[in-house]
């Protein structure tokens, strides 16, 4: 089957209100579709669950959205890195959000133990790990050999996980995304996602993934609705962890 996953990131109390919006547009454009919510337990070191975040939450998978566990903090707060290549990456391009950029195996662990024992304490189901910013350092990979995660995703790429085997090379499943962070980024990201989305007609994956900061530009959710109701007439829309078990 040609699939299309589309995701929430940064799922959390503070983006709630942005969170519902995009579910709620995703869901005119088309209500078969199911979500993939990349969720943040602690999201910039707030931990408050709120009762109508737990209600949303419980009413989003009581309709088939999956949860995903997308870091813990969501901030990376490792120590400079020592490479200009390595500063580049992890501040320019992600603000210093790639929380997984740059932990040890040891750190990583932890840190996916943790979010894991959040969901746990819910009863929430957690198939999938998605390292903020994409950005998942060496000891984040060899973590992942410690836990039952079914898969996890990179910028460009779908990757199967198994407890205890090394990552393969991964299924190339191109995403499209949106830059808010300015009036340029904007303006050029729709040009680049209406590429992207006709270069993607032959991949058997397109993945469609929203940030909270999307539902305050209405131009970038009506170009992105626009763009998801074409794809959506061609693809069978599916979460991760479903697309995951599709591929066996
Ligand atoms: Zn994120």
Redesign the pocket.
């Known amino acids: 089957m040609s699939a299309l996953c589309v995701s929430i ?2 799922v959390a109390p503070r983006t709630l209100e942005a969170c519902k919006a995009i579910a709620d547009a995703v869901e005119q454009v088309d209500p078969a579709v199911r979500l993939t919510l ?1 969720v ?1 337990p602690r999201y910039h070191n707030d931990a408050s669950v709120p009762p109508e975040y737990v209600r949303w939450i419980e009413t989003r998978l009581a309709r088939g959205d999956e949860l995903a566990l ?2 813990l903090t ?1 901030v990376d707060d490792s120590p400079r890195s020592a490479s200009v290549y390595g500063r580049a990456r992890r501040s320019i391009y992600t603000a210093g ?1 790639g929380e997984f950029a740059a932990l040890s195996r040891e750190e990583a662990r932890a840190r996916i133990a943790a979010g894991c024992e959040w969901f746990a304490q819910r009863a929430w189901p957690v198939a999938g790990f ?1 390292a ?2 994409w950005l998942t350092s060496r000891g984040t990979w060899e973590a992942l050999q410690d836990f039952d995660f079914l898969y996890t995703t990179t910028l460009t790429r779908f990757w199967l996980l198994r407890r205890g085997a090394a990552a393969h090379s991964g299924l190339r499943a191109p995403c499209v995304v949106y830059s808010t962070r300015s009036a340029w980024r904007r303006i050029a990201s729709r040009a680049w996602n209406t590429a992207l989305v006709t270069a993607s007609t032959r991949s058997h994956l397109v993945r469609f993934g929203f ?1 909270p900061a999307d539902a305050g530009y209405p131009g970038v959710i009506a170009h992105a609705c626009a763009l998801l109701h074409t794809l959506a007439a061609g693809r069978t829309a599916v979460t991760k962890a479903a697309f995951a078990r599709s591929l066996g």
Do not use: C
């Open positions: 990131h940064d990349l943040v997308h870091g969501h959000e998605v903020p910013a940030h």
